[in-house]
């Protein structure tokens, strides 16, 4: 037998009694990896605000507050009135757009909670410098931007008591069962053959300008 192969089977005879030895002690579970999160690594990660305001940390701030922070912060690619500048996304306006060939999503015409826009805002905005802002600063700018979006008044205070209970234009649009057939259903599987869909067509890329026209 060549030295390779012994040093092989050698090599494998460790490993099965290594493996017996981790069985042996696999119920105390000391790997001796990582380290277990801090209360403040947590609270770094858990930041998440749900629809009904669950989560929401504690803050307030009004439309007037806010427009000088969003004209600093945001106002750049946003443009001063939520119009978008070049291609920004837009974040004012676009209601009752939704059912026309070209759609205006916005936070004011299609975002169903006012929750996730302070969630999105505070997460993820401005971009490149996402998580800059105060909680007072975000609830600030939500409030703003709301306004904006005729759905609350300039003086109105939005904070964490109430960010779950805004009403927002569009909250009726989503609902569930999802309608659409490879959604999971909360009552069963989802349709993954010979489902029963219909195929009106109700959008075309040219219209909604995502395909580019030419000679072809
Ligand atoms: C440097 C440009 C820039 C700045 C400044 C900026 N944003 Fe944005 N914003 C973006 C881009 C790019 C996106 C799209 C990001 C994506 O889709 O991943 C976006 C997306 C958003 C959206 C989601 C829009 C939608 O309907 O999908 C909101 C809301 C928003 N920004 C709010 C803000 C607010 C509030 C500020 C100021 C605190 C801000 N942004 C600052 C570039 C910017």
Redesign the pocket.
């Known amino acids: 037998m060549s030295a390779l192969v012994k040093t092989t089977i050698l090599g494998l005879t460790g490993a099965v009694l290594a493996f017996s030895t981790v069985t042996a002690t696999a119920g105390e579970r000391v790997f001796g990896l990582g380290t277990l999160a801090t209360k403040e690594e947590i609270q770094g990660w858990d930041i998440d605000v749900r629809p009904d305001g669950l989560g929401a940390p504690i803050g307030a701030g009004t439309a007037l507050d806010g427009e000088d922070i ?1 004209a600093d ?2 106002a ?3 443009g001063d009135f939520g119009e978008g500048v070049d291609r ?2 837009i ?1 004012v306006g676009g209601h009752d757009t939704l059912e026309s060939e070209d759609p205006v ?3 004011g015409s299609y975002w169903p909670y006012a929750s996730t ?1 302070y969630d ?2 505070y997460r993820a ?4 410098e996402a998580q800059s ?1 105060t909680h007072d600063e975000t609830y600030m ?1 939500v409030a703003y ?1 709301l306004y904006m979006n005729d759905v609350i008044d300039d003086d109105f205070e939005l904070n964490n008591e109430n960010i779950g209970t805004i009403e927002m234009p569009n909250q009726g649009g989503f609902f569930m069962p999802d309608p659409r057939p490879d959604a999971q259903l909360a009552s069963g599987e989802p349709c993954m053959s010979n489902c029963n869909v219909s195929t009106e067509i109700i959008g075309r890329a040219r219209i909604i300008d995502v395909t580019p026209e030419g000679d072809g």
């Open positions: 969003y912060r945001c750049h690619c946003h920004w996304p974040l999503k916005t936070i826009a999105y805002i905005m401005p971009f490149g802002l700018i931007l």
